[in-house]
């Protein structure tokens, strides 16, 4: 079993940015993808973006492309969410989850592991 542990949510104001980490462990072999979603108060669950842990192949939901970019560094068995340019509409709680799937990446159900969530916070 893959385990994954946020960290790195704050309360920035518009037009600042943040860094998201996610640290993995156990049955790292069994990532093929990392993703990041995002929930909004009152909203279902959003993808913002996957990467490939092999290739690092990345995919984003387009309201974040040019401002985020995610990463992922295979030695330290870590993923990365770098934010860029918040804007207001980027506050939710964020998730970081893996996969080994390699379809329908914009789907949560694809996603067998989860992180507990981190809050990002954009002030205005």
């Known amino acids: 079993q893959v385990q994954l542990v946020e960290s790195g949510g704050d309360l920035v104001q518009a037009g600042g940015s943040l860094r998201l980490t996610c640290a993995a462990s156990g049955s790292i072999f069994n990532i093929n993808f990392m993703g990041w979603f995002r929930q909004a108060p009152g909203k279902g669950r959003e993808f913002v973006a996957a990467i490939s842990w092999s290739a690092g192949t990345t995919y984003y939901v387009n309201s974040v492309k040019g401002r985020f970019t995610i990463s992922r560094d295979n030695a330290k068995n870590t993923g990365y969410l770098q934010m860029n340019s918040l804007k207001p509409e980027d506050t939710a709680v964020y998730y970081c989850?893996?996969?080994?799937?390699?379809?329908?990446?914009?789907?949560?159900?694809?996603?067998?592991?989860w992180g507990q969530g981190t809050q990002v916070t954009v002030s205005s």
């Open positions: 989850a893996a996969t080994r799937s390699s379809r329908h990446l914009d789907q949560s159900r694809e996603y067998g592991a």
